[in-house]
């Protein structure tokens, strides 16, 4: 009984350490209960690299490519974890800006499976597209996600990953 109860323990430190920053700051995702559709709109303009310089000279010549598929998985990661409302092109319900802060990459060493892994930071606003009201309001901070030797392949998981995650986010 002990060792279960120690496995637990080490079990749940392990989730909260590790576990990424997503709180809501204003309003509540009860939008995420009903049927609906969100458009997305992606800011990287203010986007740093550790907080230092911007993502843009981070990224070089794979910027637009960073983009382009970070987008894309988030909006995969978000739609596969979401059983009610769905990110759609064009008309919908609510409007998702998504403006980010900074990004930075560490090396994980401990799980089973060692990789790189991305952090992001990140204010995250639902808006109802009739009325304009502020629906929700995230703020993400050292959300971590992703894990692969190829530091592209994590960056792109970890945008699915955040995706995923803020629709579970409550």
């Known amino acids: 009984m002990k060792r279960l109860?120690?496995?637990?323990?080490i079990a749940m430190f392990t989730l909260i350490a590790f576990a990424g920053g997503i709180k809501i700051t204003?309003?509540?995702a009860s939008f995420m209960k009903k049927e609906g559709t969100i458009s997305v709109v992606f800011n990287w303009d203010n986007a740093k690299w550790d907080n230092r310089i911007p993502v843009k000279e981070q990224w070089k010549d794979?910027?637009?490519s960073y983009v382009e598929n970070g987008e894309v998985c988030f909006i995969e990661g978000f739609n596969k974890s979401s059983k009610k409302v769905k990110i759609?092109?064009?008309e919908s319900d609510y409007l998702m800006t998504v403006n980010f802060s900074n990004f930075d990459k560490f090396y994980s060493v401990m799980s089973t499976i060692p990789g790189n892994k991305h952090k992001i930071w990140a204010e995250i606003t639902v808006t109802d597209r009739k009325t304009g009201e502020v629906i929700c309001k995230y703020d993400v901070k050292e959300f971590k996600g992703g894990r692969d030797f190829l530091v592209f392949d994590s960056f792109k998981e970890?945008?699915?990953d955040l995706g995923s995650k803020i629709?579970?986010?409550n």
């Open 5 to 9: 109860y120690l496995t637990f323990c």
């Open 26 to 28: 204003q309003g509540k």
């Open 62 to 64: 794979e910027y637009q």
């Open 88 to 90: 759609v092109k064009g």
């Open 158 to 160: 970890s945008m699915e």
């Open 167 to 169: 629709v579970k986010t």
